[in-house]
């Protein structure tokens, strides 16, 4: 079983900068995919961003260009860089472990959720 906890959200002014961590428990991490999803009041769960196990990258087309999704496998994390925030971002930031495929496949394995506000 994976355990993830997710950290590093906030409030925020537009243009700013955040960066998020998931941290995973087990020894297999660097086998699985990642992505990062979020969900914002009213809407969808929706992909962010993932990273393959072979660091592959893959991006929502509201986030290319800002947003970045990396991996460190030595310590079982994934992180997402953030920057020029706008207020449409503000949501509920959720890690996931999964699979890829020519799109991302998640499991059932979810963080708690970190929330991310953008706001003046």
């Known amino acids: 079983q994976v355990q993830l906890v997710e950290s590093g959200g906030g409030l925020v002014q537009p243009g700013a900068s955040l960066r998020l961590s998931c941290a995973a428990s087990?020894?297999?991490?660097?086998?699985?995919?990642m992505g990062w999803y979020r969900q914002a009041p009213g809407k969808q769960r929706e992909l962010v961003a993932a990273i393959t196990s072979g660091g592959s990258t893959k991006y929502a087309d509201s986030v290319k260009g800002r947003f970045t999704i990396s991996r460190d496998n030595a310590k079982n994390t994934v992180y997402l860089q953030m920057n020029s925030l706008k207020p449409e971002d503000t949501a509920v930031y959720y890690c996931?472990?999964?699979?890829?495929?020519?799109?991302?496949?998640?499991?059932?394995?979810w963080g708690q959720g970190t929330q991310v506000t953008v706001s003046s």
């Open positions: 087990g020894s297999i991490f660097s086998i699985y995919a």
């Open positions: 996931n472990t999964g699979f890829y495929s020519g799109s991302y496949y998640p499991s059932d394995y």
